[in-house]
T-cell receptor, first 108, second 115 residues
């Protein structure tokens, strides 16, 4: 089993829709959680950290469920510019582990 | 403030050739790392460094060497290129290894093709 698993997608949704991704992690002692965004042929960039209490940044909401060992990302009122690959990142056992990413495509 | 820079952007090598991928950062970060990204595999850690003079192996270190003589620079050397090393290579830096939620800053990547 991979340490961090994501549904690769692609998720293809219309502009304005709400879309959610989950990411599961295997190590219950994992300490820090992040969502990164990667545009095609570009480097990953931090989208948001994920806190135990959940956090929101504009149209983006991230949540952590330690009991079930997953984190989630919700995007509301999706824009064409949200089309990208979203990487789940977990700090676990002294190392940073990247998920393989979920590809999101927003159609007009 | 240039952030993390990588050179070259693209490179084609023949099997058996050696080369060095350059990485530099101007943010005074202690932690630097090299990843490779292959389709469907996500980012895999090759080598990392927690400060000048200190390096360690990541998940996929075979065929690669690193050194960290200064805080700013962290070059990655391919000793004898193989087609399996065809990939996109990203260098990253941060204040620490992520234990306290530090952001990883990535360079623009080097696309390597080994024939």
């Amino acid at each position: 089993r991979k340490e961090v698993e994501q549904d690769p997608g692609p998720f293809n949704v219309p502009e304005g829709a709400t879309v959610a991704f989950n990411c599961t992690y295997s190590n219950s002692a994992s300490q820090s959680f992040f969502w990164y965004r990667q545009d095609c042929r570009k480097e990953p960039k931090l989208l948001m950290s994920v806190y135990s209490s959940g956090n929101e940044d504009g149209r983006f909401t991230a949540q952590l469920n330690r009991a079930s060992q997953y984190i989630s990302l919700l995007i509301r009122d999706s824009k064409l510019s949200d089309s990208a690959t979203y990487l789940c990142v977990v700090y676990s056992a002294s190392k940073i582990i990247f998920g393989s990413g979920t590809r999101l495509s927003i159609r007009p | 403030n240039a952030g993390v820079t990588q050179t070259p952007k693209f490179q084609v090598l023949k099997t058996g050739q050696s080369m060095t991928l350059q990485c530099a950062q101007d943010m005074n970060h202690e932690y630097m790392s090299w990843y490779r990204q292959d389709p469907g595999m996500g980012l895999r850690l090759i080598h990392y460094s927690v400060g000048a003079g200190i390096t360690d192996q990541g998940e996929v270190p075979n065929g690669y060497n690193v050194s960290r003589s200064t805080t700013e620079d962290f070059p990655l050397r391919l000793l004898s290129a193989a087609p399996s090393q065809t990939s996109v290579y990203f260098c990253a830096s941060s204040y620490s290894n992520g234990a306290r939620g530090e952001t990883q800053y990535f360079g623009p990547g080097t696309r390597l093709l080994v024939l």
